[in-house]
């Protein structure tokens, strides 16, 4: 696990050299105005979806506030197609960066008696596959349409 234990590399990554998030960007499903949307069948919850900012930045005071405006809007724009297609119960929102420095936002939609109910979810210990055989491929299609019909 990449972290700040190792500072050099720790550096590296912050300064954006060989960021393994940025390279990310031809993986994604969708591309938003500020941001990419990636997501994959070895999610820790079904629905989840992971918000990339679109340049190499760090912390949210690092973007400008057209960009924090403009990825506010990303946020609230996947918020809304994930909860219509997944009806979850709730959505949960996560900010950390501790292993990859590049500004990123978690989506975690929550179930009526999903694995973590009552307290956060912990990635690490989520039970995989959480998606049915075929569940994740008809996902990613309507999340697709939704976000390319969402557009502001
Ligand atoms: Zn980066």
Known sequence: MN??????????????????????????????EASWVLIGPDDPMRGYVCLVFGRHAIELHDVTEAEGTALMRDIRRVSAAVAAIMEPVKMNYEVHGNTAPHLHVHFFPRYLGDQFEGRPINPRAARRPAYAPGEFERFRERLKVALESSAA
């Open 3 to 32: 972290g700040w234990s190792d500072p050099a590399e720790w550096e590296r990554q912050r300064g954006g050299a060989d960021c393994r998030v940025c390279r990310s960007k031809p993986d994604a499903v969708a591309h938003l």
